[in-house]
């Protein structure tokens, strides 16, 4: 097949053996790669297990783009069931290993079983083997990636990898590659309970287009538009906070654990130009991509004087920084550098922390339970202090390395108002109270509170989609067309994510014409806008039947009480409550789901 490697390796890591799988044309076209194809493996499995169980399945998929020069298509899609939600786990990051791993002449590994002890999987072409990693075990992702490296003596060989607190099964620990991380729903834990530190992958094929020639004149083309666009540009600067003012402005950015609308903080410490100002920092692009939306920082005064690496990105410094009141810029720079280096998620471990700042307030957590530190807002070495012990499994860590939900089951009491979740999972750093179509992007997400999945307050802060039928912004507050913009945008991008190609070309003024003729000339197949989004359809009604086998229905689909019902009196949100109800029963209808949203399963008879 053109566009694709047409095999998956499948390892079976307790039995250390080995075996190629054919990927057809027939389940290639249906479900494209990434997203999809993830979800396509893992349907058969016994979603049953326990997510730290040997038996639960782990998955890494590319697409038919990847490996490819097209312009930001290098990231890879990792699945399995979520040790921190318990349902559909599925999480994405760019860099360099997807790539890498496709230009080796695989589009995706299938991971069983468990290691009687560490290992890391060495994939050199078409030459797979398992090695010891009891070297390697405990290392940082960083030192894990330099590690591999020497020992190869490959300075191109790319590297997954989990970090410490993967292997101590945190729940909130993420997947780390090239300073990237796939970071949410907990699948470093799934790494780190089959014993499997990294995977490293060195990749010397080529990917065989159906029309070459056109391919190539087609990605100078899209470089021309992007790099043209005023939306990179403004990325290629400040980096994903380039928009902090913009939407702290209308109260979309969480302050004190999403109970303010208001903080001085963010204007004058935590906004793009302001953090460029506070750091040294320059554009850290991934593979063929001309956004450059990654930060390559270095402080060169203060308390983190020294620190250099992969800065943090708006997620990161709003978790970390309004989320906690904390405005020490160099604080959140390090708290970034200390998650990626343990191998923890940003957004969970920021939230959880705000969620334990307020049991302190309010006396559920003391002194005591945190050995001494004084866990009060804005106390940004007490946050690094908490960070650390969660990272090491260390004293209240060990509770709170398994999110805020766990935490806040185990301490009882008033807490449980504090966890900012859906389906287990904490919310991302936008407040739905802002941009109304959260309210149903959210609770629908099929791996828990997601901003990735589906970012669709884009339409409503004015970034229009004229060829998905939405030529004009929608207002912010309203609940009219939400539903629908929701169920539509999710497929989209859930097709989007399948090619795989990252969403932030939209900012590019790329669109799915632009996206469906690359697809062609890559594949040969001849694509239309609503076959993509029947894929996408696909793909996202097969993760809500597996999360349905799970238990989970509408009970399940909704926001934390605190933003269904608290108006905040100042700020951008003007006192707004989202109508999560009335846009949820407008979904589901459009979905062709029950009022209870369980899909018709009608829809789902093609999937294998």
């Not at 349902?87 to 995706?108: M, Q, V, Y």
């Not at 069983?112 to 390697?136: H, R, T």
């Not at 470089?223 to 290629?236: D, E, F, L, V, Y």
């Not at 609308?261 to 750091?279: N, Y």
Request: with cysteine; aromatic share 8%.
């Amino acid at each position: 097949m053109y566009g694709y490697a047409g095999k998956l390796l499948k390892v079976d890591l307790a039995a250390r053996t080995f075996a190629v799988e054919r990927l057809g044309e027939d389940i290639a076209r249906k479900f494209l790669g990434g997203a999809a194809l993830a979800g396509r493996l893992l349907w058969d499995m016994d979603w049953q297990v326990d997510p730290l169980d040997s038996k639960n399945r782990l998955v890494f998929t590319v697409g038919p783009l990847e490996g490819t020069i097209a312009p930001c298509c290098s990231r890879y899609v990792v699945a399995a069931k979520s040790p921190l939600t318990g349902i559909w786990g599925e999480s994405r990051a760019s860099g360099f290993w997807g790539p890498e791993l496709k230009l080796a002449g695989w589009d995706g590994i299938i991971v069983d079983g468990k290691a009687e002890s560490p290992v890391y999987l060495w994939i050199n072409d078409g030459v797979v083997k398992i090695q010891d990693a009891s070297d390697i075990w405990g290392k940082d992702t960083y030192e894990t990636e330099e590690i591999l490296r020497q020992k190869h003596k490959d300075k191109k060989l790319r590297v997954v990898c989990i970090g410490p607190a993967g292997e101590k099964l945190a729940r909130i620990s993420g997947i780390f590659n090239d300073g990237r991380a796939a970071a949410r729903c907990g699948l470093g834990a799934v790494m780190g309970s089959k014993c499997l530190k990294a995977v490293a992958v060195r990749g010397t094929g080529k990917v065989s287009l159906a029309r070459e020639s056109e391919f190539k004149g087609l990605v100078k083309e899209l470089n021309k538009i992007i790099i043209a666009a005023p939306g990179r540009a403004s990325m290629r600067k400040y980096g994903t906070n380039d928009s902090m003012a913009a939407i702290y402005k209308a109260g979309d950015v969480p302050i004190k654990n999403f109970t303010q609308g208001v903080w001085d903080g963010i204007p004058s410490k935590l906004t793009g130009p302001a953090i460029a100002e506070a750091v040294v920092a320059s554009p850290r692009p991934c593979k063929f991509c001309p956004i450059g939306c990654g930060r390559e920082i270095e402080i060169n005064e203060g308390p983190y004087e020294g620190l250099t690496g992969p800065g943090p990105e708006y997620e990161t410094i709003a978790a970390f920084g309004s989320l906690c009141m904390n405005d020490n810029v160099g604080a959140v720079a390090k708290a970034n550098d200390l998650c990626n280096r343990y191998g923890l998620d940003t957004i969970s471990t920021g939230a959880t922390i705000a969620f334990a700042c307020e049991c302190f307030e309010k006396g559920i957590i003391t002194e005591k339970d945190t050995d001494g530190v004084e866990l009060t807002w804005g106390n940004y070495e007490a946050m690094l202090t908490m960070l650390e012990k969660i990272g090491k499994r260390q004293g209240i860590g060990d509770l709170l390395a398994d999110g805020s939900k766990r935490a806040a089951e185990k301490l009882g009491g008033d807490s449980r108002q504090f966890v900012m979740h859906v389906k287990g999972m904490e919310l991302p750093m936008h407040d739905p109270r802002a941009f109304a179509s959260w309210a149903v992007a959210y609770p629908t997400s099929n791996r828990g509170a997601c901003h990735i999945q589906t970012p669709t307050y884009w339409l409503e802060r004015g970034v229009t989609f004229p060829d998905l039928g939405f030529p004009e912004p929608l207002d912010r507050f309203t609940s009219e067309g939400k539903a629908a913009w929701a169920k539509i945008f999710q497929d989209f991008c859930e097709a989007v994510e399948s090619m795989v190609i990252c969403k932030f070309i939209m900012y590019g003024n790329i669109r799915s014409p632009h996206m469906l003729k690359l697809i062609s000339l890559s594949t040969g197949w001849d694509i239309s806008l609503d076959e993509l989004l029947n894929i996408g359809e696909r793909s996202f009604n097969l993760k809500r039947m597996i999360n349905v086998r799970l238990g989970v229905s509408r009970k399940d689909d909704t926001l934390p009480e605190r933003i269904r019902s608290l108006q905040l009196v100042d700020g951008g949100t003007e006192g707004h409550i989202p109508d999560q109800e009335t846009m949820l029963s407008e979904y589901y209808k459009l979905r062709g789901w029950s009022e209870d949203g369980i899909p018709d399963p009608g829809k789902l008879q093609d999937f294998i």
